[in-house]
């Protein structure tokens, strides 16, 4: 399966900080997307990188992929309080399915 | 373009009832995607539908689970006689589902199932 592991499980951290998450994966991807989730509502897609791509950037997110360790990382720069949620990597396989990681609970202490 | 609505927001059932979940897509979208969510975990793949089609329902339970996309309409997520362990958030999803098979996925706000 290509399912999204992130790491770490939870973290905190303090206004204005950057948190960094990372996300493993098992086989072969087509891309590799990043989705936030507050509290009691739906995900909403933050960020997608593709198989051939190494580095993107939307504004104060920066998402990094390696292929060759089957990894990605999601940097937020300048956190904010409201940043606090729950983050997932979804890996996409050839069969269009999206597979998702347990999430990342991030707090950010104003 | 109203987003992805998914009704009942919450639901009720009694162990041995019926639970019919709606999903209406985004505009356009012709692409749905089932996922259910345990308290503090991560989204689980149900399965995977195109109109009038089933493409992936790998993650569906074997029994008393069905899902369906017809033609005109919204998708139902269907569970018969629920039990105490279905209680879950439900989230529907939608995509355009590019040529090379890539795209994001559009969640509705999900459906809370708590079955007594």
């Known amino acids: 399966s290509q399912q999204g592991e992130e790491d770490p499980q939870a973290l905190s951290i303090q206004e204005g900080e950057n948190a960094t998450m990372n996300c493993s994966y098992k086989?072969?991807?087509?891309?590799l997307q990043w989705y936030r989730q507050n509290s009691g509502r739906g995900l909403v897609h933050l960020i997608l990188i593709r198989s051939n791509e190494r580095e993107k950037h939307s504004g104060r997110l920066r998402v990094t992929l390696d292929t060759s360790k089957k990894s990605s990382s999601l940097l937020i720069t300048a956190s904010r309080a409201a940043d606090t949620a729950s983050y997932f990597c979804?890996?996409?396989?050839?069969?269009?399915?999206?597979?998702f990681g347990k999430g990342i609970t991030l707090s950010v202490r104003p | 373009n109203a987003g992805v609505m998914q009704n009942p927001r919450h639901l009720v059932r009694r162990r041995g009832q019926e639970a019919r979940l709606r999903c209406s897509p985004m505009k356009g979208h012709s692409h749905v995607y089932w996922y259910r969510q345990l308290p503090e975990e991560g989204l689980k793949f149900m399965v995977y539908?195109?109109?009038?089609?089933?493409?992936?329902e790998s993650g569906m339970p074997k029994e008393r689970f069905s899902a369906e996309f017809p033609k005109e309409g919204p998708s139902i997520l269907r569970i018969q006689q629920v039990v105490r362990g279905d209680s879950a958030a439900y989230f529907c999803?939608?995509?355009?589902?590019?040529?090379?098979?890539?795209?994001?996925?559009?969640f509705g706000e999900g459906s809370r199932l708590t079955v007594l």
């Open positions: 539908l195109q109109k009038e089609n089933i493409i992936d």
């Open positions: 999803a939608s995509s355009p589902r590019l040529a090379d098979g890539t795209g994001e996925l559009f």
């Open positions: 979804a890996a996409t396989g050839a069969n269009s399915k999206l597979t």
């Open positions: 086989t072969s991807i087509n891309n």
